[in-house]
């Protein structure tokens, strides 16, 4: 007699009518051998309901003896079993397989099985078939909660690793696959373009000797006048280069020689300079200058606020305003998403995908944006100490310019299938939109952080 314990293959077959009773005959002898191996505890056969198309409908079940047994007989007479069904019946028959097992809490009152801690619904395992917690309540060790932190960064199997590769070298599998369904392998979108974005401005932007200078011992100063001659003969000769530039524009007034009194400091080398030599930096604005521009910006961009955003900006060197700007891109970035989904329902107005369906094809591609920026500057970071060949930075910095256009074009034709002339075509009007896009969204950026400092 079977173990309640004992996992269950089954079989479901749905067989046309005139073949019916051939099946139920074949059934039977497959059964008896069956029941002669030495895992095999036991076998049930019954009907089921017809399908749609009015297939009689058969189960098969094979109780065994254990796990070991259930491996042996999928890989060798379920296999055999398989085959065998498809020989003698082919598209008279349809059939399915599937593995069945105890549930420990079948059976017991309603009061005695346990609720998901986290959600309240009832248990069926030691995971919670709602929210997917664990049902164990005790407190968990140190290393388990490591481990659950750092899991996901070490585990090849993992669904960071699941997602990461194939956004890197698989243009638009992550959103061809989401759109089909086979979500659950991968990172959700928005919280891998989130990760990915932050990644990238704290490798790009973050200067630990800046943000945690407390930790650093400063660096020893050297004494003003005391630059070698090599050093002094350098600094001047650039500070001479570029007053000549700017003497050649017109944008100089007066001699363009380097003024003695500000030579030893070139941040107060400004943009116009008296006939006597001395800096001179012009903060002034006409309100005649503002009165072509609309009346809803003309309102905001006084004269007043102008000056005061320019002497602001005079008085550190613009460092405010660099770091303003900084902290509006990821904003930026992130309203030009929408924009550009606005635009991909343009291209495929007959594609019968919703507007959701093109913002998501840009989040992922966003998130490989900043992947592939991350890789790079981390990459040319890592050749910079160890003194590999400025050659081969350059050469990755080129291949990785090509390589996300190319990108973009793939991925186009894999989430949307069309053909590679008309996809090109819409690609160059897609990057031309983007381009524009992304100036209009940085110039944004940069108006909100002036307006800020």
């Not at 749905?14 to 069956?34: C, G, M, P, S």
């Not at 056969?45 to 409908?57: K, N, W």
């Amino acid at each position: 007699m079977a173990k309640r314990h004992s996992p269950i293959c089954e079989f479901t077959f749905f067989v046309d009518r005139d073949a019916a009773d051939d099946h139920e005959r074949w059934l039977d002898d497959q059964a008896q051998e069956a029941l002669r191996l030495s895992g095999a505890l036991d076998c049930h056969l019954f009907s089921v309901a017809d399908d749609a198309q009015g297939r009689t409908g058969r189960i098969c079940q094979f109780v065994l003896d254990g796990n070991e047994a259930l491996d042996d007989f999928v890989d060798g007479f379920g296999a055999d079993f398989d085959a065998a069904a498809v020989s003698h019946f082919g598209d008279r028959m349809a059939m399915s397989s599937r593995v069945l097992r105890e549930d420990k809490m079948h059976g017991k009152p309603q009061d005695e099985i346990p609720d998901c801690l986290n959600c309240g619904a009832h248990l069926r395992g030691q995971y919670c078939g709602h929210c997917g917690q664990r049902s164990r309540s005790r407190l968990i060790s140190l290393w388990e909660l490591v481990r659950d932190a750092f899991g996901d960064l070490f585990e090849l199997d993992s669904r960071l690793w699941q997602t990461l590769v194939p956004l890197l070298i698989r243009p638009g599998l992550l959103t061809h696959d989401y759109l089909q369904g086979r979500r659950a392998r991968y990172m959700p979108p928005f919280r891998m373009y989130l990760v990915l974005s932050l990644l990238f401005f704290l490798v790009a932007f973050f200067d630990p000797h800046e943000k945690l200078g407390v930790l650093f011992e400063p660096d020893a100063a050297t004494p003003a006048g005391q630059e070698s001659g090599e050093e002094k003969s350098e600094i001047d000769s650039a500070k001479q280069e570029l007053l000549d530039e700017l003497a050649a524009e017109g944008i100089i007034v007066g001699s363009n020689s380097v003024p003695e009194d500000v030579a030893d400091d070139l941040s107060s080398l400004n943009i116009q300079f008296d006939d006597d030599g001395n800096p001179d930096v012009k903060c002034e604005v006409d309100q005649s200058d503002l009165d072509d521009l609309p009346d809803w910006i003309s309102r905001r961009l006084t004269p007043e606020r102008i000056q005061r955003i320019c002497e602001r900006t005079k008085i550190d060197g613009g460092r405010a305003l660099i770091n303003n700007m900084l902290d509006n891109i990821p904003a930026a970035l992130i309203v030009l998403l929408p924009l550009m989904a606005v635009v991909l329902k343009g291209l495929y107005p007959l594609s019968r995908r919703y507007y959701v369906e093109h913002l998501l094809f840009f989040v992922h591609f966003h998130a490989f944006f900043f992947l592939i920026l991350s890789v790079e500057i981390l990459f040319s970071r890592v050749t910079a100490l160890v003194a590999v060949p400025e050659a081969i930075a350059t050469l990755a910095l080129v291949v990785a310019s090509f390589y996300i256009p190319a990108y973009l074009y793939i991925s186009m034709r894999r989430v949307y299938g069309q053909g590679r002339a008309i996809t090109f075509l819409k690609f160059i009007v897609l990057t031309i939109a983007y381009s524009g896009g992304f100036l209009v969204t940085m110039l944004g950026a940069v108006a909100i952080a002036a307006f800020s400092i």
